[in-house]
């Protein structure tokens, strides 16, 4: 087997922080010896995360059993999930931006058994539906837990308290118009409907300005999906929480907005 070596576009802080809670996990938890010390194992995690690299991929460049790599990578990824905000402890930096922008995204997965309620019929696709909420400048700010695909974006961002949160702040937010009668400091661009008049010019100026300002909030989506991993998640459905929650962590440590 031929093998070479690859580089992962992070940090060494990122790096450390999660060695850093590997190697305190294995203090509370005493254990004794591990196949990989906490930074092999948080960099086995890290290429995991964001180039995408399969459990056999790893094992044979760590010089592990598959089954070896999967439990560490899961390990890591608890650990990391852990330590994610809540919308509560989000908001405390939400109420504080001029102010945000609120989408949803879909991560595909593979089929599972009941593939139902994980299959969208706008995206023709199986997917988790993720709500996401960017600052101004288009920063990745918090995401939401998982829901299946077949969920709304509105009935998404109600299930999570999103819009009642951002309401009670009193954050002024923008989105799109999936979110139309959200109500509250959400704010969606006007709809064309049928047998009704069409847009006025000042309509379309507004929906101009509107779409302008929500393009930024793409710079948090595709900020989230720098992360190899969820270009297509071949894992149970219940998983794509962690893993989104853990991508959400290490994105803060690299951006140097979360403790080392």
Same mark, same amino acid.
């Given at each position: ?5 690859a ?19 294995r ?21 995991h ?22 439990r ?11 330590? +994610?905000?809540?919308? #509560?402890? =989000?908001?405390? *930096?939400? &109420? ?8 949803? !995204? ?5 089929r ?11 995206h ?35 299930t ?44 379309? +100026?507004?929906?101009? #300005?509107? =779409?302008?300002? *929500?393009? &930024? ?8 999906? !720098? ?5 297509k ?28």
């Open positions: 087997m031929l093998s070479y070596p580089t992962i576009p992070l940090s060494s802080r990122t790096l450390n922080h999660l060695a850093e809670r590997i190697r305190g996990h203090k509370q938890r005493r254990s004794r010896w591990r196949r990989l010390e906490p930074g092999r194992q948080a960099l086995l995690a890290l290429a995360l964001r180039n995408g690299d399969t459990y056999t991929r790893l094992a044979a460049g760590f010089q592990i059993g598959v089954a070896t790599a999967w560490y990578v899961q390990e890591a990824i608890t650990l990391l999930a852990t330590a +994610a905000d809540d919308l #509560a402890a =989000a908001m405390q *930096r939400i &109420r504080r931006l001029a102010y945000a922008i609120l989408d949803g !995204t879909l991560i595909p997965i593979d599972v058994a009941d593939q139902k309620p994980y299959y969208s019929g706008k023709k696709h199986h997917g988790v539906n993720v709500q996401v909420i960017a600052d101004a400048t288009g920063r990745l700010v918090w995401a939401s837990p998982a829901l299946p695909d077949s969920v709304h974006d509105l009935t998404a961002a109600r999570h308290g999103i819009i009642d949160a951002l309401t009670s702040a009193e954050v002024m937010t923008f989105a799109d118009k999936g979110y139309q009668g959200a109500r509250g400091s959400v704010q969606t661009p006007f709809k064309r409907r049928r047998f009704r008049p069409k847009l006025s010019r000042r309509q379309k +100026a507004v929906n101009r #300005a509107h =779409a302008k300002i *929500r393009a &930024r909030g793409e710079r948090a989506i595709a900020t989230l999906k !720098t992360c190899k991993i969820v270009t998640l071949r894992c149970y459905p219940r998983r794509a929480t962690p893993i989104v929650q853990a991508i959400l962590v290490l994105h803060h440590v690299e951006a140097n907005r979360y403790p080392a």
